[in-house]
């Protein structure tokens, strides 16, 4: 028997209907899906609209075309304590600057306070990563127009060096190859490098000048002298500037208190002593421990060229003005003075108007006994001398804004991504 009812498993509602041979789909479906691509045009062309509206659609980021008249610079450590004033100085004198740092050391609020300053599109980025990797260094390179490179990342500890070498090599010596074969690559042709006195070690003859023999005696001037030879190997065949800076102990803060030096707390041992002073002032610790009190000096404590973060930051950007292609220059930034660790300490307290207990302890080891520069070539080629040479008073500067941070910036240092 044939069976004329329709059947349950196609309900009229999905069923096509068929005339001639030809299938004609159901005209309820057919509107709900014409409706549907009405709709996703729609959300697509106010996308689009707001889109275009926003000032950055289809226009290059400024970092990422050279501009005439504007030198870009990449600051690298530019979180630190001494790489977070040279950013400054630069933004001030209207450069443009990108911060590459990967926070070990540094400080996302000192990065903060820089943003807060300088929020015009265009003056100032920071990103976040790792000189050592050679993969996101060269992306960070291809996606930016740098003009040149004031290379101040290094982990800067010598009694953290003696303990623990391979980071240092890793950290000061690979990681500035990583930066080299970057600007080689992407044709970046200028290089301020941020060194240190410690490539000279302990020269026989005072004061120190840019042709005393470099015998460094720590893993931390070996790592810095290592870098600065693969700099000037590969300057020969090259036709980069390149600049040497070698400076001596940094003190001191901005004069108008934005920004100042907040080392981590499980570093302080190792770190300057004007941090320790500081710290023993506002009582954090004890007391200050000077190490070394037999030395052949005038008192039996180390002397040291004691230099402020301001004077050293005008020899860097001096040191980029002059800068000429194919050239090296190799500059010692110090005030030509020495002075011992009591000295400082006596300024220390006069300046923090403080009763420090001082305890003294023996040698640490890598140290030297006696290190200061001779000026005189910095002078006569970049016309730079030191400004700030009162010891006192650059202690003071710096006192102001450790009082007034009493927790450094007040934010972490651990950078967490939006």
């Not at 707001?50 to 400024?62: C, G, M, R, V, Y």
């Not at 931390?220 to 400076?247: Q, T």
């Not at 041992?269 to 005038?298: M, N, Q």
């Amino acid at each position: 028997m044939i069976n004329l009812g329709r059947s349950r498993s196609q309900p009229r509602y999905t069923r096509s209907m068929s005339l001639g041979g030809m299938d004609y789909a159901d005209p309820k479906k057919k509107n709900n899906y014409v409706g549907k691509l009405l709709l996703v045009a729609v959300l697509t062309a106010i996308c689009i609209l707001l889109l275009k509206q926003s000032p950055n659609f289809n226009t290059p980021s400024q970092f990422s075309r050279h501009e005439q008249g504007v030198t870009h610079v990449l600051v690298t450590g530019g979180a630190g304590y001494i790489g977070s004033h040279a950013a400054l100085r630069l933004l001030m004198d209207s450069h443009r600057v990108t911060i590459v740092d990967n926070l070990s050391r540094g400080n996302l609020g000192a990065i903060k306070v820089l943003q807060g300053l300088f929020p015009e599109p265009g003056r100032l980025q920071f990103i976040y990563a790792d000189l050592g990797d050679s993969r996101v260094v060269n992306k960070i390179f291809s996606e930016n127009a740098f003009d040149a490179v004031m290379h101040f990342a290094a982990v800067a500890y010598v009694g953290e060096s003696t303990l623990d070498p391979l980071k240092y090599y890793h950290n000061i010596t690979s990681n500035t190859l990583v930066v080299l074969e970057a600007m080689a690559t992407h044709g970046v042709k200028t290089l301020i490098y941020s060194s240190t006195c410690a490539t000279y070690g302990e020269p026989d003859k005072m004061p120190i000048t840019e042709s005393t023999t470099q015998v460094p005696i720590n893993p931390y001037g070996k790592a810095k002298k290592m870098a600065e030879d693969i700099i000037l190997d590969f300057h020969k065949n090259s036709n980069m500037a390149v600049m040497i800076l070698r400076y001596f102990n940094v003190i001191g803060s901005d004069p108008e208190g934005r920004l100042g030096e907040a080392p981590r707390p499980e570093l302080r041992e190792h770190g300057r002593i004007s941090g320790a002073c500081f710290d023993a002032a506002r009582g954090i610790i004890p007391g200050l421990k000077v190490r070394g009190t037999d030395y052949s000096t005038r008192d039996g404590t180390c002397i040291r060229d004691y230099i402020d973060v301001n004077d050293l930051v005008d020899a860097h950007v001096k040191a980029l003005e002059k800068a000429l292609p194919g050239k090296v220059g190799i500059y010692n930034v110090g005030t030509g003075k020495g002075r011992t660790v009591r000295e400082f300490v006596d300024a220390c307290m006069k300046a923090t108007g403080a009763k420090i207990k001082v305890e003294f302890l023996e040698r640490r080891p890598g140290d030297y006994a006696e290190v200061y520069s001779d000026p005189t070539k910095i002078r006569e080629e970049l016309n730079w001398t030191a400004k700030y040479t009162d010891l006192q008073q650059s202690l003071q500067t710096a006192w102001i804004w450790q009082k007034s941070h009493h927790n450094g910036y007040g934010v972490s240092s651990v950078y967490v991504s939006s």
